[in-house]
């Protein structure tokens, strides 16, 4: 009996009449179905940074899920197989439903050259790649004022993020004002004022680094937490994940 079903099937395989479990013909055993991406991605760019000759490359996501984290990659032509990764260690994914907004400073470059850059994202899964984005250098440029017009009042996701123990956060200014960084808990209690100063410095990055502790200098435990700017009219918050 056992002679004949293998006949049997060696028959139906020939002939293309063997059944799948997703259906007939010549169907897969085993079907795969479409997943919705670990992440959805709105905009990647690179732009040369005048001030302290880098390319400060920026990313905005609308949506995260079961992400690890990025890697950015660096050529010198169109070809991915000849990048090399220039950020080093993991940037954490957020995971967040909201928007998040990414920065990552190269400073690894050097003038009048032209760069190629992807953004790789990282999942339990698959690795995704973006791009590439494409940026001449040319810091010799005195009327390059990109950096002034791109910047302006900004308040930037912090890093790393998760964190621990801390984390730095930064923001720009477009006109010289007061700022006032504010940390608050999940409730919306405010533990710390982190920082309260006069700004005249505009169109460039300033960064304050926050040790995970509350206004009593005691560690806080591990949560969500916002860190929120008033520099006058600008009003700005950004989640922060604490992971101990």
Known sequence: MTRYLIILLTMLLST????????????PVFEISD???????????????????SISINWTTQSESNL?????????????????????????????????????????????????????GIDFISNNFYGPITVSVDFSDENNDIED????????????????PSTTISFSLAEPTDVIIEIFNIKGQK????????VAE??????IVWNGDDSLGNAVSTGIYFAK????????????LLSK
Do not use: C
């Open 202 to 207: 505009t169109n460039v990055k300033h960064s």
């Open 191 to 198: 533990i710390k004022s982190l920082y309260s100063a006069y």
């Open 16 to 27: 293309g009449m063997l059944f799948s479990l997703t259906g007939f013909g010549e169907s």
């Open 68 to 120: 690890i984290g990025y890697h950015i990659h660096r050529a010198e032509t169109a070809n991915l197989e000849s990048a090399v990764n220039v950020n080093g260690n993991i940037i954490p994914a957020l995971n967040s439903p909201l928007v998040n907004n990414y920065d990552f400073n190269d400073d690894e470059v050097e003038d009048q050259r032209t760069y190629y850059y992807w953004l790789q």
């Open 149 to 164: 017009i791109l910047l302006g009042n900004d308040f930037y996701s912090n890093f790393p993020n998760p964190f621990n």
């Open 35 to 53: 997943e919705t991406l670990p992440v959805t991605l709105s905009s990647f760019m690179a732009i040369p940074n005048v001030n302290n000759q």
């Open 229 to 240: 700017i008033k520099a006058g009219s600008f009003v700005k918050s950004r989640k922060m």
